[in-house]
């Protein structure tokens, strides 16, 4: 069994009413499963209805034991983490990944500091599950049982990995939150800091990186790409934001020879009728043009990717 | 033995490296301001050599687990973001702790400072004008930039012992490096080693700070790095660019130009673009004149 089951795929806060039914109002979470193992990306508001269903499920065969990878460290994708209801429950264990950016604090304290008087009735000291944290890097880990995940870091404000997981044959990839690599030195001539051999590397550079994300995503069974924009809204004032637009995503993703691509981190403004309508949009422009599958993630919807038998 | 203690001394000293003076006032204006450009940030960072050093040290840590030795500011803020190397150069510059003035100091940090952003340009520039890629150019320009960081720990944890050596080059009109050998047992070339490996930089930086007095020895794959910077480092001298305490530099043999394929004459040409680059540099820390 190899499946993943998103929790939350909203960007940068939490959205919930009427306009948000279909498409889900939580940030990030996701569950993936590979065989017995139990693997959670990001920690957003999500994670409080995937730690209660697993309360109801899971727990009856034992105690609750995971690995939790973090994307980054902004708030989105790890707020839910105090509402997790098996960091209350003796016999927890889990083990949590992440990036941090160059900063004093480990990942223990920009995570776990959430849990302190300041903010939430319960310290992190007092929490009864056992919980090991563990700051990583662009790495290939084995993460037994036949799991494989490699790291990579993508582009946004603080450091953020992207993660590949393959198991049994199968590959499943989330890229975000990231935005094109791009060129941040003046190409322009004309522009007095101009510096003919910076705007050459500085394109190179670009050009390098963006070719390791395609690699990167190559062949993904299943692939969980940062779509926060239209290229319109990209480019008229979201450049450097860190975020994708649909039809960044949608290309890479071809090129890369992506078979199924989920459009996720939709922007807290979309609406559900919005989404519907890009889903519609994209495919219908897609038709016959491409044999990936796209279509916009949905807050509590599973995915099968079948192992290769 | 008195090289055995200076060593150890001259150790000592690396792990605390401070900044130059010049720039540190600078980096904190600049990394400050929420509007600095990639620009701007890079070029503050690559006008320090020991800030420079330091930021590469850096990225290329175990920190960011990095497969590919990152030897370019420009693609570490590519890589990185900016905010990232913003704070990298930040931290670098207001951990460090200046070291007091009390001691005799024989260099002038300011006249070093020229000295190796001028080697630095013109590494660059030479490397440019015979058609390196310009994916390396960065390389040649780090490599230059931080040719002579080995004499920072001579000067600042040897200060008295170094104010004879300097005598003893003028004395005995040989180049800095012979001297040093003569009086500290060690030269800014060893000590350019010990810090490019306490810093993890390995590669063409680590090779031209080490080979750049010695580069008939050294038959490595940086050779090509390492004999510009030795060519930027005579270009320097000779322009009486800067000032890093040599005197009686040593002449360069023909064959040096031979091997890079790159005529001594047009050591002529470079004069322009290497002042307009020091200007600039200039005008940016908001230096005198």
Known sequence: MF???????????????????????????????????????DAGSGIRQLGDSLMRTDFRAG??????????????????FPMFTPIYVPGTELRIRGPITYEEDPLEKVIGSQLSYRYWPVRQEELAAKITYEQIKESTFDLGDGIWLTTKYLNHPILCLGY???????????????????????????????????????????????????????????????????AKEYVSGKVGWGHSSFEHAINAAHKAQVKRLLLFHHDPNRTDTELQELEIFYQAKLRGRTSMSVEMSREGRLYTIDPVE | ??????????????????????????????????????????????????????????INSAYYGLGTQVTSLVRAIIMLGVNTVKNLALSTAVLDKFTSNKNFRALN????????????????????KRGVESKALEEYFAAGLLHDIGKI????????????????????RVSLHVAEKRTLELDHADAGALIAAAWHLDGAISDAARYHHAFSEYQGENRDVVLTVAVANYYASREGIGFSGNLYPDKLPPEVFEELKFRKEALEELEGPVNAEIDKAKVFLRLAQ
């Open chain 1, 3 to 41: 499946t993943v089951k998103i929790w939350g795929d909203r960007g940068s806060m939490p959205t919930p009413g009427p306009d948000t039914v279909e498409f889900g109002g939580n940030t990030s979470c996701i569950e993936v499963r590979c065989g017995k193992r139990l693997i959670i990306i």
């Open chain 1, 63 to 80: 105690p609750i034991k995971a690995d939790i990878f973090i994307t980054h460290t902004h708030w989105d994708h790890i707020m839910g």
């Open chain 1, 164 to 230: 590949r997981f393959e198991y049994r044959g199968r590959s499943f990839v989330t890229l975000y939150d990231n935005e094109p690599f791009r060129n941040v030195f003046p190409t322009d001539p004309e522009d007095p800091q101009y510096d003919e051999s910076y705007a050459r590397e500085g394109e190179e550079a670009a050009r390098e990186q963006n070719e390791k994300i395609l690699a990167f995503m190559s062949g993904a069974d299943l692939l969980v790409h940062d779509t926060q924009y239209t």
């Open chain 2, 1 to 58: 033995m008195a090289g055995t203690s200076n060593l150890l001394k001259v150790r000592d000293y690396i792990g605390s490296m401070p900044s130059l003076p010049t720039t540190v006032s600078k980096v904190l204006e600049v990394c400050n301001n929420p509007k600095t450009s990639p620009m701007d940030l890079d070029r503050v960072i690559s006008l320090d050599p020991v800030l420079m050093g330091k930021v590469l040290k850096l």
């Open chain 2, 109 to 128: 940090m300011e006249g070093f400072w020229r000295h190796s952003l001028c080697a630095g340009v013109t590494a660059k520039l030479i490397a440019k």
């Open chain 2, 153 to 172: 720990p001579l000067n600042n944890a040897l200060a008295e012992e170094y104010v004879r050596t300097m005598a003893v080059a003028d004395r005995d």
